[in-house]
């Protein structure tokens, strides 16, 4: 699918195929956004899917949030990100981290996975290793319901960037 005027006209087996990877490792997104149809842009298609994770159980919600990899964590270095995830992290200079930043970056994420039971999310594009250090850093200090909201919000937000990645639209 290259197109919204394409997703509008697909089966919902199609659609959620063609969306599956915007919600990181969650087709169950996009299959219930479907119904919606038809959708006149991105945002009331990205609107749609985000309604629907508003809506899901916290179960499923905490699954959305664990279905992320850790940044710099042990899935990129066996290469085992989906591509999306690992352009977005090599995007962001991840893959480029000194072993000082990388052991850093690691030691704070075993904090952060301890206290809140799901890895640190961030929309990465247009961050350094610094600013993604300095967020992660800053996030540790929240406290769990507020962290869990930033993380849905944080998947919102790379949720809309895969999208116009997807259907070739400039943001």
């Not at 999306?84 to 970056?105: H, K, M, N, W, Y």
Request: aromatic letters at 6%; glycine letters at 6%.
């Amino acid at each position: 699918m290259t197109n919204l005027g394409e997703l509008n006209r697909s089966s919902q087996e199609t659609f959620r195929d063609a969306l599956a990877e915007i919600f990181e490792h969650s087709p169950w997104v996009p299959e219930r956004a479907w119904s919606q149809r038809p959708f006149t842009t991105i945002s009331r298609l990205h609107g749609a899917m985000c309604e629907v994770v508003a809506h899901a159980d916290h179960d499923e919600q905490l699954g959305l949030i664990r279905a992320h990899p850790q940044l710099a964590g042990k899935a990129a270095i066996r290469g085992e990100l989906t591509s999306v995830s690992a352009a977005e992290q090599s995007g962001a200079g991840l893959d480029q981290c000194t072993p000082e930043e990388f052991a850093r970056i690691n030691a704070v994420n075993a904090i952060y996975m301890e206290k809140f039971g799901f890895p640190f999310i961030l929309a990465v594009r247009g961050h350094t290793r610094s600013s993604i250090l300095h967020a992660l850093e800053d996030r540790v200090c929240n406290q769990a319901d507020a962290e869990f909201s930033e993380a849905l919000r944080q998947i919102e937000a790379i949720a809309l960037l895969r999208l116009h990645d997807l259907l070739n639209v400039d943001q």
